[in-house]
């Protein structure tokens, strides 16, 4: 009996490990352990058995029934999920699927531009933070109370004495008030104004300013400074223009214009048949923020400038709504 026993063990280890799909471990099941299978063909053969004998064969009997049962299980939960089920062979030789890869988004493209051009110059960056308090965003930059962008329609308020930054003119505060000069630093960021939604307008944008402090710094270094980034930024044959201008935190204060990029200064729709793009503001710090941040307005002398990282994005793209910036739409990021 004990090799019959052996002799169903070693033909079921054979064809186990011929059957190597759902349906073949079903038959096998069926051979060994269905009702008339060899597990129950043994079992009645037990019957003739001699009383002595019985018990042991019983117990083997058992166990192989067990381990026959156990094997085809594993087998089968594996098998679900191979390769034969699957329908296909596995060609290892194949490359691999490509992880959906992202890119920079052309806001943070532009204004990386414009900090290397900056950085390039010897500028570092500072940055600061964009829930501020009135004095940064307002007072120290010479923008008194009863100034119109005081007004709470120009600016978020969140209580009392805090809000939402609408200018990164504050950082040049906070850096003024930390260390002594000289300083030559850009600060880029996020800016907030409650402003209309529309194809010209966002309530968040991204500004860059910058700031030179020193003995001796002179209009003439602004001018310098802007004509070298915008031909860096937008090309060689780029022109700039001065107008003359006002901003509370400087004086003289100017708006700079580069010849239009689309028609190169004929006039077109995106110039308004000027030639003209206005892309920055800029201007000599007033002595009044000097004083702010207890500076000696009479020792030193200052250039600062500042710029919206949309309206460049929006020029050097040839994009005419700002609003695509910021809807996550696939289809347009893909674009850049
Ligand atoms: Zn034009």
């Given amino acids: 009996m004990t090799e019959s026993i052996k002799g169903a063990k070693k033909s079921f280890e054979n064809d186990l490990k011929e059957a190597n799909t759902k349906d073949t471990l079903e038959k096998l099941y069926i051979k060994y352990l269905s009702r008339k299978g060899l597990i129950s063909v043994l079992m009645a053969k037990m019957a003739g058995l001699p009383a002595e004998v019985k018990p042991l064969a019983g117990e ?5 029934k067990a381990h026959i049962k156990k094997e085809i299980e594993a087998k089968k939960s594996s098998a679900l999920f191979g390769p034969e089920n699957l329908g296909e062979k596995i060609d290892i030789t194949l490359p691999g699927i490509k992880p959906q890869e992202g890119h920079l988004h052309p806001i943070t493209k532009t204004l990386n531009e414009i900090n290397d051009i900056f950085i390039s110059f010897g500028f570092e960056i500072a940055e600061g933070p964009e829930i501020e308090r009135e004095f940064y965003n307002f007072e120290a930059l010479n923008i008194p109370l009863e100034h119109p962008s005081r007004d709470a329609f120009d600016t978020f308020y969140i209580e009392s004495d805090y809000l939402l930054r609408s200018h990164t003119s504050t950082v040049q505060i906070r850096i003024m008030e930390k260390r002594k000069p ?6 880029p960021g ?3 104004r409650p402003d209309a939604v529309d194809a010209s307008h966002s309530s968040m944008f991204h500004q860059v300013e910058g700031l030179m402090v020193d003995k001796g710094i002179k209009f003439s270094d602004l001018k310098g400074l802007l004509e070298l980034f915008t031909k860096r930024m937008f090309g060689r044959n780029i022109k700039t223009r001065f107008r003359p201008s006002f901003f509370p935190f400087t004086e003289p204060s100017a708006e700079v214009d ?4 689309i028609c190169g200064g004929k006039g077109c729709r995106v110039c308004s048949h000027t030639g003209w793009l206005e892309i920055l503001g800029a201007g000599m710090v007033n002595p009044r923020v000097f004083e702010a941040v207890g500076y000696s307005a009479k020792k030193l002398t200052g250039l600062a400038f500042g710029m919206g990282v949309e309206r460049i994005a929006m020029l050097r793209y040839g994009i005419d709504d700002i609003r695509l910036f910021f809807e996550n739409d696939i289809r347009f990021l893909e674009q850049f």
């Fill in 190 to 192: 996020k800016v907030y």
């Fill in 60 to 64: 083997e009997l058992n166990l192989l």
């Fill in 182 to 187: 000289p300083i030559q630093a850009i600060m």
């Fill in 258 to 261: 580069i010849s239009c990029i």
